[in-house]
């Protein structure tokens, strides 16, 4: 099903969420899954794609004819991205972590009763980066929002440089650590709604959306 209209593509998707150590034990993680990268990963290299998985912390299975690069933390992350000179298409599909400890401790922190207080640095913007290379790629990310999905998605797409966002709404049960999802992509000049599906398939609308832009 579906044609390997992706040959000769090279394609780099980041995938998962990233773990920002407190001491050697301990870390800050949040619930992404990382099915829907891991997802868009698999599509594109069935369609023929050259395809690089960047990926956090997960228990999912490297795709067939992927190749996957783990990493742990967000700086990782945004080295393994950095290492990769050219791609065609970039995919941040990774739940990157907003901020990481200052200064993780070099031994397990004592509890001692009384409050602890950690300072959190911000981390740096990975699709950013990737969006401000001057031979920039093909550049698709994601947007996962509690409320006015469409008003934000589309601010944010413009200010991180993105070609693509696919928005889609979160919270009770919604979007993270489940098999699928319903997104709303967002382009310049176009916009579509793809209703409730399992990540594979939502991956495939992905890819045909981005043949559809690059027609237009
Ligand atoms: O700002 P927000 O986290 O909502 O943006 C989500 C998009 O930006 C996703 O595509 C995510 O992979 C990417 N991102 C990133 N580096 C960060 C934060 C988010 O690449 N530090």
């Known amino acids: 099903e579906g044609g390997r209209d992706l040959v000769g593509q090279r394609v780099v998707v980041t995938a998962a969420g990233t773990r920002e150590p407190i001491d050697p034990v301990r870390f800050i993680a949040n619930r992404s899954s990382g099915r829907m990268g891991f997802a868009i990963a698999a599509e594109a290299a069935r369609r023929g794609a050259t395809v690089t998985l960047i990926a956090g912390p997960s228990t999912l299975a490297t795709p067939s004819g992927v190749t996957r690069v783990d990493v742990e933390t967000a700086a990782d992350m945004q080295a393994a991205v950095e290492a990769i000179e050219s791609m065609d298409i970039f995919v941040g599909a990774a739940a990157v972590a907003d901020y990481r400890v200052a200064a993780p401790a070099d031994h397990k922190l004592k509890k001692d009763g009384e409050p602890l207080r950690l300072e959190l640095v911000p981390n740096p913007d990975i699709i950013r980066g990737v969006a401000a290379r001057a031979d920039r790629p093909f550049v698709i990310g994601f947007a996962a929002e509690t409320e006015h999905v469409r008003e934000h998605a589309a601010t944010k797409r413009v200010a991180k440089g993105m070609d693509l966002i ?51």
């Open 166 to 216: 696919c928005a889609n709404e979160v919270g009770e049960g919604r979007g993270f650590d489940r098999p699928d999802n319903a997104l709303l992509l967002l382009w310049e000049g176009g916009e579509r709604d793809l209703a409730q599906a399992d990540k594979r398939h939502l991956a495939g609308e992905i890819f045909d959306t981005y043949h559809q832009i690059k027609q237009d």
